[in-house]
């Protein structure tokens, strides 16, 4: 289990070319989506949406968008990230109203906290708040990537794209989420050359400071 954990992170790298024939079973996927929620985010709040596009039409007009990488419309599925434009008093009020079904708290102690929290994170520049949704969003794409390596699914992380063409084609309103990154799911292609690059990444050594 241990060497596992290496295992399939290094089998991951980023997919230039999919299969276009193969399509995730609709289990795997289920359980891919399902760790992404699972992610840990700042207060619990996952201020982000994630909108899973699946008509070939949509999906092209996306690769347009997307200065026609191949990945948007061949690999089997499509996941689109946004993330809010500012920590909106929707995004708190859906975390504590499910809080306080799944719960089932002092609703007291929860006002409180829902207080405390709102003035953390609303006494920021409206930029800062954008830039933590953001943070926030990206820990749960890694954990897409993650599960998606377990299950030996190949993934590409896209950030090459027009956001307002995106926005536009998925009727996104952009006072509310901006979308910023693309996750694509599928299996590789056997002409991806990719594939057989060695990995280039830092010692740990070089990477990790220990400090005493």
């Known amino acids: 289990m241990k060497s596992e954990i ?17 399509n995730i079973e609709v289990e795997d996927l289920e359980l891919i989506l399902k760790a992404i929620n ?23 007009e996306l690769k347009t968008a997307a200065y026609n990488q191949g990945q948007i419309t061949d690999a089997s599925d499509l996941l689109v990230f946004a993330h809010a434009t500012v ?18 708290p002092n609703l007291k102690e929860v006002e409180s906290y829902k207080n405390r929290v709102t003035e ?68 590789r292609s056997k002409n991806d050359s990719s594939q057989h690059l060695t990995k280039v990444r830092l010692s740990e050594n070089e990477l990790i400071y220990t400090f005493e």
């Open 38 to 60: 699972l992610a840990p985010t700042s207060y619990g709040l996952q201020p982000f949406k994630i909108i899973h596009v699946k008509g070939d039409k949509v999906r092209a």
């Open 6 to 22: 290496l295992v399939s992170r290094e089998w991951r790298y980023a997919v230039k070319k999919y299969d276009k024939s193969k």
């Open 120 to 187: 953390a994170l609303t006494k920021w520049p409206e930029a800062q708040q954008a830039a933590w949704c953001d943070k926030q969003m990206y820990i749960a794409m890694s954990y897409g990537l993650q599960a998606a390596s377990d299950l030996r699914i190949d993934s590409s992380a896209i950030e090459g794209f027009d956001q307002h063409r995106f926005a536009e084609i998925l009727k996104i309103n952009t006072t509310l989420w901006k979308p910023t990154v693309s996750l694509t799911l599928g299996y």
């Open 87 to 104: 920590v909106h008093p929707m995004i708190i009020d859906r975390y504590f109203n499910n809080l306080i079904i799944k719960r089932k």
